[in-house]
């Protein structure tokens, strides 16, 4: 569900990077006022298990498409709302400018349809049918209630936004039955593979699943070692980046076949001129893995959700490809470097503000 810088007016496009650079904000601000140091490497390794996750695309049944999960539900069950906020912008944003996954005009609605949704408007859901009892069958249906409302959101969210864009190609309400419609089924699926990696992570490490819903130990008052979880989740992110990427679906994702059902094709012109050709041009310069492959992008003008997409049928399978592989390695280190690198810079301006307000030693 990334857009495209194609898909939206400058006007829409800054106005939800605005938006999502305030929620950004306030999560940051909340993370430097929590003193659970020891999620940093947490919110890395899930960044860049998220980065892997979404690079698979399995197919709708008797649809013709595909999807892939958004992952900002998973973040939130286990990292709690600010932190998982920070950590799926992080993976929008090396998406965007690494692998031309996604416009960078797009990318405040990418993180407001793919993080804000999830992360708080779910969560919220997910928190308040969990309460304070986290048995196995709440978190299922929470987690389930809370994916489908969100992704729905994200979905219908994306109808919207290309409308105030002047996107007349694309009605209202047609897109968006065709958007809500197709990210029902995806919804469903994401929500039976979070509950498995949940369920999983709340059968070895419980207080991860409970701190993030604020109750029971926080994580600097467990005694217990994080480096089992820690290294599990980073072989698993590799392993899918670097090996399971090869048996991803080549069909059009649900916005990709939305657009298809209404326009004829998988794209919509951009503007080869103005801000939309400059920051194509941008993207192409520094997206060295357009399409998670080795070679040059495409432009921009030509792909419905970035300047990379090239998906125009079932290709063979499994797609063996070494560019893919590295792609899905490098993505993943990157990702995690960049997630701890943000809160590990959080974390320093908060100490360094509790050190001016203890004042100098006597």
Not at 274 to 286: F, V, W
């Amino acid at each position: 569900m990334h857009m495209a810088d194609a898909l939206l007016s400058p006007t829409v496009g800054v106005g939800f990077v605005a938006a999502s650079g305030t929620a950004l904000a306030y999560s940051a601000k909340r993370i430097k006022e929590e003193a659970d140091d020891r999620k940093i490497p947490l919110m890395g390794v899930l960044g860049a298990f998220v980065f892997a996750a979404q690079m698979i695309n399995f197919t709708i049944p008797g649809t013709g498409s595909s999807g892939h999960i958004g992952g900002g539900m998973l973040l939130a069950m286990l990292l709690g709302p600010y932190e998982a906020l920070i950590t799926m912008a992080s993976v929008l944003i090396v998406q965007a400018l690494l692998f031309a996954d996604g416009g960078i005009l797009a990318l405040g609605t990418n993180i407001w349809n793919m993080g804000f949704y999830p992360c708080f408007v779910g969560w919220w859901i997910y928190r308040a049918i969990v309460g304070r009892n986290p048995t196995y069958a709440r978190l299922s249906v929470a987690a389930m209630v809370g994916i489908l409302i969100a992704l729905e959101m994200g979905a219908f969210s994306v109808a919207v936004e290309t409308v105030l864009s002047g996107k007349s190609e694309l009605p209202l309400a047609k897109f968006s039955l065709l958007m809500v419609g197709i990210h029902f089924p995806i919804a469903v699926i994401e929500g039976f593979l979070t509950l498995g990696v949940v369920n999983f992570v709340y059968r070895i490490r419980p207080e991860v699943v409970k701190a993030s819903l604020g109750i029971g130990q926080a994580f600097e008052q467990s005694r217990a070692s994080y480096k089992p979880l820690l290294t599990t989740v980073l072989v698993a992110a590799l392993l899918v980046g670097g090996v399971v990427a090869w048996f991803a679906s080549s069909l059009p994702d649900g916005l990709e076949w939305s657009i298809r059902k209404i326009a004829g094709s998988e794209e919509l012109p951009a503007a080869p001129d103005g801000i939309h050709g400059r920051l194509a041009h941008i993207q192409e310069k520094t997206a060295p893995f357009p399409d998670y492959e080795i070679g040059p992008a495409a432009p921009e003008a030509h792909r419905p959700e970035g300047p990379a997409k090239r998906r125009t049928g079932e290709a063979a399978w499994p797609r063996v490809s070494p560019g893919r592989s590295l792609s899905g390695i490098i993505g993943s280190l990157v990702v995690l470097a960049f997630v701890c690198l943000t809160a590990f810079v959080l974390v320093r301006l908060r100490n360094k503000r509790e050190r001016m307000q203890e004042g100098p030693p006597e």
